[in-house]
């Protein structure tokens, strides 16, 4: 059984309405067909947003708030060409942080070409808007001059937005000069910009020092940092010292150091007494060369 549809709260049944019969309205306006035109989704994830915001608003200020929402709801619909769920709201404004932008800081006049410029930049630059509003997590919709800046330097280049985006989840756009800096680094050791933004996913541009080391730490121990650095994804730059303890055990015991780092893909360095007790049941098993750490 699928679970109860949450209730629409009493203030919001105008903008649900308004949401559901905008295809309707958009095809007689365009003349075209009404499957031609995207369908908006509501999930409960709105319904229950709008449920908390709503307490202790003036009826003034919650019919600006949905005057709001559907105007970025609506606007987002514009950029794909069956659906468009409500997740980019509750993305940006359902647990916003204490530094967020309200999605009241402006007038609804200039909100609302804020709102529009986004959609913009989004299709002049064939980009969802999930990865805007991924970035933009507990944050509000973004400043409009950096993130035209942030399309521009991605453009110019040739960096994958998305993984600009994912290293900067819930923390908003980034400064493109810090990204000068490690694109500057990535190029210096020939290392693909991609490894050290997924090791970075959610934790934001990485210490320049840092790197410098687990790429010093790489090359004297003749290791690929690709392997380090997917065992680290998403987890930061790992403390050489943890890397050392687990490349001597890995020495030691006469182990694949990629097997293991395989084996770790986002969970970082593991604790060697386990490894101990892994190795020890594949030799006990018999399995060494099938399934456990693989010898080299």
């Given at each position: 059984?699928?679970?109860?549809?949450?209730?629409?709260?009493?203030?919001?049944?105008?903008?649900?309405?308004?949401?559901?019969?905008?295809?309707?309205?958009?095809?007689?306006?365009?003349?075209?067909?009404?499957?031609?035109?995207?369908?908006?989704?509501?999930?409960?994830?709105?319904?229950?947003?709008?449920?908390?915001?709503?307490?202790?608003?003036?009826?003034?200020?919650?019919?600006?708030?949905?005057?709001?929402?559907?105007?970025?709801?609506?606007?987002?619909?514009?950029?794909?060409?069956?659906?468009?769920?409500?997740?980019?709201?509750?993305?940006?404004?359902?647990?916003?942080?204490?530094?967020?932008?309200?999605?009241?800081?402006?007038?609804?006049?200039?909100?609302?070409?804020?709102?529009k410029t986004i959609i913009e930049l989004c299709k002049q630059h064939h980009i969802s808007l999930k990865s805007i509003t991924g970035m933009q997590h507990g944050l509000g919709?973004?400043?409009?001059?950096?993130?035209?800046?942030?399309?521009?330097?991605?453009?110019?280049?040739?960096?994958?937005?998305?993984?600009?985006?994912?290293?900067?989840?819930?923390?908003?756009?980034?400064?493109?000069?810090?990204?000068?800096?490690?694109?500057?680094?990535?190029?210096?050791?020939?290392?693909?910009?991609?490894?050290?933004?997924?090791?970075?996913?959610?934790?934001?541009?990485?210490?320049?020092?840092?790197?410098?080391?687990?790429?010093?730490?790489?090359?004297?121990?003749?290791?690929?940092?690709?392997?380090?650095?997917?065992?680290?994804?998403?987890?930061?730059?790992?403390?050489?010292?943890?890397?050392?303890?687990?490349?001597?055990?890995?020495?030691?015991?006469?182990?694949?150091?990629?097997?293991?780092?395989?084996?770790?893909?986002?969970?970082?360095?593991?604790?060697?007494?386990?490894?101990?007790?892994?190795?020890?049941?594949?030799?006990?098993?018999?399995?060494?060369?099938?399934?456990?750490?693989?010898?080299?």
């Open positions: 059984m699928s679970p109860e549809k949450r209730q629409t709260p009493e203030e919001a049944r105008y903008l649900i309405r308004n949401l559901e019969r905008r295809k309707g309205l958009l095809a007689r306006i365009s003349k075209r067909e009404v499957g031609d035109i995207p369908d908006i989704v509501i999930k409960d994830t709105l319904l229950k947003f709008l449920d908390k915001k709503y307490k202790g608003m003036e009826q003034e200020e919650i019919k600006d708030l949905n005057k709001r929402l559907f105007a970025l709801i609506n606007r987002a619909a514009d950029l794909v060409t069956k659906k468009q769920d409500t997740a980019p709201v509750t993305s940006m404004y359902a647990c916003q942080y204490a530094d967020a932008r309200p999605i009241d800081e402006q007038s609804y006049g200039e909100f609302l070409e804020e709102v919709v973004p400043d409009v001059k950096k993130l035209d800046g942030l399309l521009e330097w991605c453009t110019n280049n040739e960096v994958d937005l998305k993984s600009i985006t994912g290293m900067q989840n819930g923390l908003g756009v980034p400064d493109v000069k810090k990204l000068d800096g490690l694109l500057a680094w990535c190029k210096d050791n020939s290392v693909d910009i991609k490894s050290i933004t997924g090791m970075q996913s959610g934790l934001g541009v990485p210490d320049a020092k840092k790197l410098d080391n687990l790429l010093a730490w790489c090359k004297d121990n003749s290791v690929d940092i690709k392997s380090i650095t997917g065992m680290q994804v998403g987890l930061g730059v790992p403390d050489v010292k943890k890397l050392d303890g687990l490349l001597t055990w890995c020495t030691n015991n006469n182990v694949d150091l990629k097997s293991i780092t395989g084996m770790q893909m986002g969970l970082s360095v593991p604790d060697v007494k386990k490894l101990d007790d892994l190795l020890a049941w594949c030799q006990d098993n018999n399995h060494g060369d099938a399934n456990g750490p693989q010898r080299t």
